[in-house]
Each structure stands twice: as structure tokens, then as C-alpha cells.
């Protein structure tokens, strides 16, 4: 009787020690779950970090882009108000010569426009030397707004490269890097989500695994003082 008492003493706490055993493969299954999880959470965190930087580059980018071209937008704006200033110097300047005696336009040619040494062996008619001082009116301001022109249209390319700069930025990757931030998001929360799960699986796994060892001591000590 005292034999069988004995087998049935090892028996339970075999059984007993087998139960702690178990518990402790299967906390320390859930343990490296939730290292998994943490390391992959740690991860995820890094890469949005690393797309928010991004981000706020891109965008850091944008307004001084957008600076930019509004300072181009009040070049163009000047310019083209320049040129026509520039045309109605131009109109007004030919009107005005229609105005002046021909005797006085001849002098202006003879000893500004055209001041060059030699003798003077070709006549105009009054017509003609008014005609030429506007030519040489006309060919100096046309000069002018042509510089203008060419300012004008160098400034609208570097202007059209900004906005595509621009256009780039916004419509490509900031989108892009956006949506994979939001992707980030979402695995980072499933990740906290099951990591809250897991804690709370582990705290009652590891109270099961207490009550395990504890009834193990218990139930041992109790048993051998049984079977002496």
C-alpha cells in the first residue's frame, strides 16, 4: 500500500513538474513573439521617421520653391512693365521727331547720331533726314526692349523650371512618401495592438505558471511527508 501511495506521489509530481514545463515553453513561445513584435515595431517606427523626414524636406523644399517663384513672378511683372514703358518711349519719341525742324534733326545726326569724320557729299531732303533720325530713334529703344524681351523670356524659363521642380515635389513623391507613412502607421498600431494582447497573455501565462510551481511545491512537500 505504502509502494503505490509512493508511485502515485511520483506520478503527481511528474505530472506536476511536466504542467511547469509546459507553461514555461509555452511563455517563453509568447516572450519571443513579443520581441518579434517589438523589434518589427522598432523598425516600422524608424522608416516612418525616416519618411516623415522626407517629408518635411520635401515640403521645406516646396516653400522656398514657391519663394522663389513668386520672386520670378514680380521679375516677369517688372520686366513687362519695363517693356511697355519702353514702347511708349519708343511711339512717343517717334511722334515727337515729326514735331522738330528739319534743320535741327540734320544737326542731331550729323553731330550725335552719325558724328564720324569725312567729308559731307550726299544731300537729303527734309523727308529723309526726319525719316533717319527716327530709324535711329527706332533702331536704339527696339534695341532696349529686345534686351528686354530676351530677360523676360530667360526669367519665364527659370520660372517654368521652378513650377515643374514644383510640380515634381507635390504631385510625385511627397504623395508617395505620404502614403507610405500612413502604411507605416497602420503596422506600427497592429503591432502595438497585438504587443497590448500579447503583455496581457504573458501576465496570465505567467500566473498560470506561478500557480503551477507553487501547487508543485506545495503538492511535493505535502506528498513526502505523506509517503515517510
Not at 77 to 101: E, F
Not at 157 to 172: G, H, R, S, T
Request: with cysteine; aromatic share 8%.
Amino acid at each position: 500500500m505504502k509502494l503505490q501511495i509512493k508511485h502515485i506521489a511520483y506520478g503527481a509530481i511528474f505530472l506536476l513538474i511536466s504542467l511547469v514545463v509546459f507553461q514555461s515553453y509555452r511563455l517563453s513561445i509568447k516572450n519571443d513573439k513579443l520581441k518579434q513584435l517589438n523589434s518589427t515595431t522598432a523598425l516600422l517606427e524608424e522608416r516612418l521617421k525616416h519618411k516623415t523626414d522626407s517629408i518635411n524636406l520635401l515640403e521645406a523644399e516646396n516653400i522656398i520653391l514657391e519663394s522663389k517663384s513668386d520672386s520670378l513672378n514680380s521679375i516677369v511683372s517688372k520686366l513687362k512693365k519695363d517693356n511697355v514703358v519702353l514702347n511708349t518711349k519708343l511711339d512717343s519719341a517717334l511722334s515727337a521727331i515729326d514735331s522738330i525742324p528739319s534743320e535741327e534733326n540734320y544737326l542731331y545726326l550729323k553731330n550725335i547720331a552719325y558724328n564720324y569724320p569725312g567729308d559731307l557729299e550726299y544731300p537729303f531732303n527734309a523727308k529723309q533726314v526726319t525719316e533717319i533720325r527716327k530709324d535711329y530713334t527706332e533702331n536704339g529703344l527696339l534695341n532696349k526692349i529686345n534686351i528686354n524681351l530676351t530677360n523676360t523670356v530667360d526669367v519665364l524659363q527659370k520660372q517654368n523650371d521652378v513650377k515643374d521642380n514644383l510640380i515634381l515635389n507635390k504631385d510625385a513623391q511627397i504623395e508617395l512618401y505620404k502614403s507610405s507613412a500612413d502604411s507605416y502607421k497602420v503596422e506600427i498600431e497592429n503591432c502595438e495592438e497585438n504587443i497590448t494582447t500579447l503583455n496581457k497573455d504573458v501576465i496570465k501565462q505567467k500566473r498560470v505558471r506561478y500557480l503551477f510551481e507553487g501547487v508543485s511545491i506545495v503538492g511535493g512537500i505535502f506528498i513526502l511527508i505523506s509517503i515517510l
